[in-house]
């Protein structure tokens, strides 16, 4: 009976200590495949909503200088029917003509 019990703790000692198979350098070559596959793919998704969010932004820029644009040109307008209502003495319209760059 000694015996078997002597057999049973050799055998616990040997399977606790031992290790399993060890990982292939193809097997690890894979893993590390799977990995940068994810990683890809995460950043994949992060682009395309960065995208979908800049896409937006840039809609209401444009939409804002509409805007603007419409509200200045109705400003522009009332302007040069002010200008034009001003009796002056002589009979020739008043032109608004645009500012140069230089």
């Known amino acids: 009976m000694r015996f078997i019990y002597l057999f049973l703790l050799i055998g616990l000692v040997g ?5 399993g198979q060890s990982n292939s350098d193809e097997m690890k ?3 590390e495949f799977q990995e940068m596959m ?3 793919q995460e950043t994949a998704e992060l682009s395309t909503e960065t995208q979908k969010k800049a896409t937006e932004k840039e809609a209401q820029i ?3 200088t509409i805007d603007k644009i419409v509200e200045l ?4 307008n009332e302007l040069k029917k002010e200008l034009n209502s001003i009796h002056s003495d002589t009979s020739v319209k008043f032109k608004l003509l645009p500012i140069s760059d230089n």
């Open 62 to 64: 444009v939409n804002q």
């Open 73 to 76: 040109k109705s400003e522009v």
């Open 38 to 40: 994810q990683k890809t």
């Open 15 to 19: 399977c606790a200590t031992s290790t």
């Open 29 to 31: 070559e894979e893993q």
